[in-house]
């Protein structure tokens, strides 16, 4: 749109340009009569209007020559084009920084979803091992607890980082509008 926007506004540049000019044109005129009831007048004094041919071309110009306020819509038409300039480059500058950020958030989510992921991980096999000892009669059923309420935390945060991250490549792929980035399933 933006772009669109400059190609309009450097036509207005353009054309309140060509109005500080003026308008030329090129004037012809043919006639021809023919009377044959009434002599032709060969005496070059004498007008003839019946019986006549005549040929003609002029150069027609006009020019307003209101040349201040020509010059200054000239300059408000520059000055509402580097306007939309200045807002095709905040646009661009925009959606760059938008790309960046989100991009930014999915690598944040994906370091949390490994991190979460190694911490499921390792309170599962921490509650396997409190479960085999328990199984063995090494362990007491009690010393279950905190093993298994540490894993249920870990697969919780595990769960919610995964989510994060598969907001966060949805973010990216709506910013960026690269849909095949974006998980399906």
């Not at 020019?63 to 084009?81: H, I, K, V, Y």
């Not at 944040?108 to 096999?125: D, I, M, P, V, W």
């Not at 907001?167 to 399933?185: C, E, Q, R």
């Amino acid at each position: 749109m933006a772009r669109a926007g400059i190609r309009a506004r450097d036509a207005q540049v353009s054309l309140a340009r060509s109005k500080m000019y003026p308008d030329l044109a090129l004037g012809m005129s043919a006639g021809w009569t023919r009377a044959p009831e009434i002599d032709d007048q060969l005496n070059p004094f004498v007008k003839d209007n019946a019986n006549y041919v005549s040929l003609g071309f002029g150069l027609v110009a006009q020019w307003n020559l209101d040349l201040l306020p020509a010059a200054a819509r000239l300059e408000q038409a520059r000055a509402q084009l580097e306007e939309t300039r200045a807002l095709e480059r905040f646009a661009i500058g925009g959606v760059g920084v938008e790309v960046e950020t989100a991009y930014a958030e999915v690598v944040a989510a994906k370091q949390r979803e490994e991190a979460y992921g190694r911490a499921e991980s390792l309170a599962k096999r921490w509650l396997i091992g409190v479960q085999q000892g328990i199984d063995l009669g090494t362990e007491e059923e009690k010393a279950l607890v905190d093993p298994a309420k540490e894993f249920a935390q870990q697969r919780f945060n595990h769960l919610n980082a995964i989510m994060d991250l598969n907001v966060a490549v949805s973010k990216l792929a709506l910013v960026t509008g690269w849909d095949t980035i974006a998980p399906k399933g």
